[in-house]
């Protein structure tokens, strides 16, 4: 099969999208006179049954043994057209694919030079192919465990789908606690169901399914290997608490010094902690854990006469000696569900956050209408910062409660100005969710109203609810407000009503922001342990768009949950079975193809120099001694598990004695001279 | 640099396939409009460029060349893009000795998402290469592969 060639050029018309603008005929006319080509053929879809049948009845019928096919990028058909040849009876390898789709007719619209550089790019394909050797597509175990990173509502169904269907589970999760945003949410639109009710069971079920290991407060320090082998290291960093002792009795927390001193995350700032806590009652595991960046004694050594803690712990579950603990395994799939950060209001001065007292976040409000939260659930006038100076046996005084709640959507989205262009898809529904809990909490007195751009009420019972919360009273004024400024104890907020063209002064007691959804400023760290592309927008970038939303440009790594991109609860959730399902196909099938472009080493020509070695990004070369016409020399031998066919050794080798196979230099070089010749 | 006005360069280009020809696909699925001077080389990774194929490109007859790969840090082997990176300096002060305006060959970095990016970087680099005029420092006879 490795005789003279003989090539076969298929040029798809892709419908008009190809043939519209490249002359196809004219392209078929010049395959034909190129050395070693038998046959060339044009169709109107190359990648349909008919378009493939081409393929496989000329090898059949004309012995071809390349194929070169002209049509869109290799990124897209590539897979398909291997596996055309494969039922053909050739090696996947020899085909070679001109791409004069994505990157011809569709952005060059002269017919003539389209043509000239479809031409070009064929001839450049021909010319490679007729140097392609044929591949051994080599085959790997699959260890049946699954990494997921990041245990939010997306993390969690993840883990418990792949869990259930068998396979092993490592959910690691930063944070003392699983369940992310959602857990800090009180209702959810447009159901109204109780975040809590619905989301608690989980959280229960992955600490105790017997396929999944849990560990919080954990981070994933390095990730090698490569999909159905990958070593993963991870830190479980120190609580300080004994995990095995310790019952959640909580008689720590309030004997702590600090009680009430620390904001808390959870509570985003708006609740106070100590340095020992559990960051909301139903936290799971329901375990405390030391805060070592404030705890008195690990800060400064010494906690009074003795950490109060340590002394209230029936348990003897706390113990300041307890290390950081590193510990390593390998799984076959990754699934990252790292989730988001909410937008820093700080950004938008003029809205006045992190000034004025009752300017809030939707997330801090989320807390504040949360009944296990720290107002336990009742909208109260705030007083940041004010120590609570309450004297023994003093009436503490009743909280005021705001007779009117203004809420600006779309703070940090579809803004160019703090370089968000994206819409995060959520806040206006939330909004409107958080407008009705108003209503329904303070009273239907209580004035709300809306400043908002448009109303996005796309998802399944989201326009009805959004109907059902203006029918509640609450007053929607479109146009996007210019400006917060307090006016005696009142917030003014300056706006333009864009629907009657009138500037506006309203007048209000609080004003929640409804922050957009952004990429989490930690993102670095998975990027960096897993090489994940960033979309424009800088969430995590999908293999493809449309077709391939869960994966990524790296095999075995998929993506769940707004980590990819703004999306609400059962959009992540099904994003999540997704990716379950996806890491699932390696894991059941039990085996994975690895890559067969690696690199060979020409051990007749190899001088053993090693710079190949220090430079592979893999550790893929090793020098090893060799006879050779009865001399031992050193010459260097590449593992294929490990290339992952990157090429950088064969373009350092001064020898050129390794070489990457399908991009050796034979086969680049005259590539080269068709594209450089006039 | 008398034919500057209908002079159309002919330009070889070398982009890795995760990012910059991924950018590429992107800005024709977007259909953005580009000068149909640059022709692609698909390589894995921009650190498979060995310099002798941009000497090469420039022997055949390119006027011009560009590398592309991923942004620094987003190598999908690493570090290839440094290795390319490093490779590339020391190529262009050497081109620059053999009497090679730096026009000529280019290196950037355009991401997966970065169609309109890719746009401008075919844009700079065929003006520039326009200016300059056609290659003919390294002519010769064509070779039969
Ligand atoms: C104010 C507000 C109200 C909302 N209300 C609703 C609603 O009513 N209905 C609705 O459907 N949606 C609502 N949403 C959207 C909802 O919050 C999200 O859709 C959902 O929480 C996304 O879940 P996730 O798992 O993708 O991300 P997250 O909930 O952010 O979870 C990510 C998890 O990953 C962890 N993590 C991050 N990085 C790492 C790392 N490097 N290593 C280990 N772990 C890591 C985090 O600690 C976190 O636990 C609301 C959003 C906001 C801001
Ligand atoms: S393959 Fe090339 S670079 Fe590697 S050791 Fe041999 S001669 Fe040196
Ligand atoms: S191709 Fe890349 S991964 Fe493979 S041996 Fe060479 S440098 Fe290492």
């Known amino acids: ?25 004219e392209v078929v006319q010049f395959a034909q006179t190129l050395p070693d080509v038998v046959v060339a053929r044009n169709y109107s879809y190359m990648c349909s049954d008919p378009g493939q049948a081409l393929i496989t009845d000329d090898i059949a019928n004309m012995g071809l043994n390349r194929v070169v096919v002209a049509s869109c990028s290799p990124r897209m058909h590539e897979p398909t057209f291997r596996k055309t040849l494969l039922s053909g009876g050739l090696n996947p390898y020899f085909l070679e694919m001109a791409n004069i789709r994505e990157q011809c007719s569709w952005v060059h619209d002269d017919p003539i030079a389209a043509t000239e550089k479809a031409k070009r790019v064929v001839e450049a394909a021909v010319v490679k192919a007729r140097r392609l050797e044929a591949l051994d597509v080599k085959e790997v175990d699959v260890e049946p465990s699954c990494l997921i990173i ?77 999909i159905g082998n990958f070593d993963i290291k991870v830190r479980k960093r120190s609580r300080f608490v004994d995990m095995d002792k310790c019952t959640g009795c909580g008689d720590c927390a309030s004997e702590c010094r600090l009680a009430g001193r620390i904001p808390n995350e959870f509570d985003e700032g708006i609740g106070m902690r100590g340095a020992i806590y559990l960051p909301f009652p139903q936290a799971v595991p329901a375990k405390y854990t030391i805060d070592k960046e404030n705890c008195l004694f690990l800060t400064k050594g010494k906690c009074g006469e003795s950490p109060k803690c340590k002394d209230a712990c029936k348990a003897g579950a706390i113990n300041f000696d307890l290390q950081d603990e590193v510990v390593e395994f390998k799984v076959g799939t990754i699934i990252v569900a790292t989730g988001y950060d909410v937008f820093d209001a700080r950004l938008k001065p003029e809205y006045g956050y992190g000034v004025y007292d009752n300017v809030l976040t ?40 705001p007779q009117s709640v203004t809420f600006i959507q779309c703070v940090g989205s579809r803004d160019k100005s703090v370089g968000n262009e994206y819409c995060s898809r959520v806040c206006c529904m939330y909004t409107a969710k958080l407008a009705h809990l108003v209503k329904d ?159 060979v080493v020409n051990e007749q020509t190899c001088r053993g120099c090693g710079f190949c070695v220090e430079l592979c990004p893999f550790t893929a070369i090793e020098l090893v001694e060799i006879n050779r016409m009865g001399w031992p020399v050193r010459v260097a031998r590449v593992n294929e598990a490990l290339c992952k066919g990157c090429g950088a050794c064969a373009a350092a080798c001064l020898s050129g004695s390794i070489q990457q196979r399908s991009f050796k230099d034979v086969q680049l070089l005259p590539q080269i001279q068709a594209l450089g010749v006039k | 640099m008398a034919e500057k006005t209908d002079f159309e360069p002919n330009i070889v280009a070398f982009l890795c396939n995760w990012c910059s020809y991924a950018g590429a696909d992107l800005a024709g699925t977007s259909r953005i409009q580009y000068p149909s001077n640059v022709r692609v080389i698909r390589v894995m990774c921009s650190g498979r460029v060995n310099p002798l194929f941009v000497m090469n490109a420039l022997q055949q007859g390119a006027d011009g060349v560009l590398i592309s790969g991923c942004h620094p840090g987003d190598c999908h082997y690493m570090q290839g893009n ?11 002060n050497f081109l620059e000795y053999l009497g090679v305006e730096p026009q000529r060959v280019r290196m950037s970095w355009v991401s997966a998402s970065e169609g309109a990016k890719w746009k401008e970087v075919i844009e700079e680099v065929v003006n520039g290469v326009k200016e300059v005029g056609p290659m003919d420092q390294f002519k010769r006879r064509q070779l039969n592969w």
């Open chain 1, 1 to 25: 099969m490795n005789g003279k060639p003989k090539i076969g050029v298929y040029v798809c018309h892709c419908g008009t999208n190809i043939a519209g603008t490249v002359n196809v005929e």
């Open chain 1, 150 to 226: 990041g245990a939010g509502i997306a993390g969690i169904q993840a883990a418990l789908d792949i869990a259930d269907a068998g396979f092993k589970v490592y959910l690691v999760e930063k944070s003392p606690t699983v369940g992310g945003h959602m857990a800090q949410l009180d209702k959810t639109f447009p159901t109204l169901d109780c975040s809590a009710c619905i989301l608690t069971p989980k959280m229960v079920d992955v600490a105790n399914h017997p396929n999944i290991e849990l560990m919080t407060y954990s981070q994933v320090e390095e990730i090698g290997g490569y």
């Open chain 1, 362 to 401: 939707a997330l801090e409000f989320e807390r504040m209408v949360n009944a296990s939260g720290p107002t336990g659930g009742k909208v109260v006038m705030l007083e940041r910062g004010k120590k609570k100076k309450k004297k023994e046996g003093e009436e503490a005084e009743a909280p005021r409660v």
């Open chain 1, 441 to 599: 909490k303070v009273g239907h007195d209580c004035e709300v109203t809306v400043f908002y751009m448009d109303v996005r009420a796309f998802g399944k019972g989201f326009e009805e609810f959004y109907d059902r919360v203006r029918r509640e009273g609450v007053k929607y004024i479109r146009g996007n407000p210019s400006e917060i400024y307090k006016k005696g104890d009142k917030l003014i907020v300056r706006a333009e009503d864009t629907l009657t063209a009138t500037p506006l002064e309203h007048e209000t007691d609080m004003v929640v922001l409804s922050v957009g959804l952004c990429p989490r400023s930690d993102n670095r760290e998975i990027i960096d342990l897993l090489k994940l592309s960033q979309s424009s927008d800088l969430f995590y970038l999908e293999a493809h768009p449309k077709l391939r939303p869960v994966d990524t440009a790296s095999d075995g790594v998929y993506l769940a949950g707004v980590c990819q991109g703004p999306k609400d609860i059962p959009d992540a959730v099904a994003q999540a079975k997704g990716a379950a399902s996806a890491a699932m196909i390696p894991m059941a099938s039990g085996k994975v193809k690895v890559e067969a472009q690696t690199s």
């Open chain 2, 82 to 92: 440094y290795y390319a990176r490093r490779r590339f300096n020391l190529m262009r």
